[in-house]
């Protein structure tokens, strides 16, 4: 069974930083594309940021040139580092990884940017 957990979360004025990390167990992390989504109050789950076993990132518009997702695949652990966060960026994060087709979702970790 695959695990995720999340740390890092925390509250954070704007123009701050925070490193999210994951923590995976239960699964072959090195073959494992991984992800980071976020939800905001109100508003659909959204992906941030994904990584794939290769390493080649993609992300969202919104957080482009702010944050960078990265992966050790010796510490089975993929990191969200997020620089000059702003207020719309608060949500509650999700590591994301799919094994064998199923989608596997960790239980979120909570981000608070203050204005």
């Known amino acids: 069974q695959v695990q995720l957990l999340e740390s890092g979360g925390g509250l954070v004025q704007a123009g701050g930083s925070l490193r999210l990390s994951c923590a995976a167990s239960?699964?072959?992390?090195?073959?494992?594309?991984m992800a980071w989504y976020r939800q905001a109050p109100g508003k659909q789950r959204e992906l941030v940021a994904h990584?794939?076993?290769?390493?080649?990132?993609n992300y969202a518009d919104s957080v482009k040139g702010r944050f960078t997702i990265s992966r050790d695949n010796a510490k089975n652990t993929v990191t969200l580092q997020m620089n000059s966060l702003k207020p719309e960026d608060t949500a509650d994060y999700y590591c994301?990884?799919?094994?064998?087709?199923?989608?596997?979702w960790g239980q979120g970790t909570q981000v608070t940017v203050s204005s």
């Open positions: 994301w990884t799919v094994h064998f087709g199923a989608s596997d």
């Open positions: 239960g699964t072959i992390f090195s073959i494992n594309p």
């Open positions: 990584i794939s076993s290769g390493g080649r990132t």
